[in-house]
């Protein structure tokens, strides 16, 4: 059993700011966090791993998993829905574990409801012609999609005032450098280092 609850670590930001690609990296840098995978009743892509990526189900078994309470939150993004199990978030979080939420603007709102203790990251593309460019050369939407995307971006911009830190994606490595320094700060704050080292504070006190 460990001492102290673990945290939620939220991070949105518009199709194409890098997301992803800095979670990814995020992942790999040994920090011991732990990826929430969300169900989603979108179609894998070529590169997508079930249970990797997205836990991919049917619109019939998104619906039924919705109406029974299961998720967090939930979201309907481009016309595919999406959503983080509940289940899963307590038990890792009860356990101790470090959990990350890569999630849109409506996801984050709905679970700083339930965890107003959760950190709330949003990554920003340098510039809007930045992200139309990163969008075109991923090559997987067509050209009214990207520019929905542009719209989408715009929009969830404008929520940015919901989160703890700002994060603007020029460069992937300094990015990430930005995204340790956030975690490595939250987990020192007093109140947390006290829970996890209270038999040291009672031999000093």
Known sequence: MTETTGSLFIISAPSGAGKTSLVRALLQSGLSLSLSI?????????EEVNGRDYHFVSMDIFQTMLGNGEFLESAEVYGNLYGTSQKWI?????A???ILLEIDCQGAHQVQRIFPCAVAIFVLPPSIDALEMRLKTR???NPDVIQKRLAAAREE???IHEFDYVIVNNDLDKALGDLLCIIR???LRRDR???KHRSLMDQLS
Do not use: F, M
């Open 185 to 187: 700060a939250e987990r």
């Open 193 to 195: 280092q006290l829970l």
């Open 157 to 159: 911009v404008s929520h």
């Open 139 to 141: 090559g997987q939407d």
């Open 90 to 94: 307590n038990e890792a979080v009860a």
């Open 96 to 98: 101790g574990q470090d």
């Open 38 to 46: 969300s169900h989603t009743t979108r179609l894998p892509r070529s």
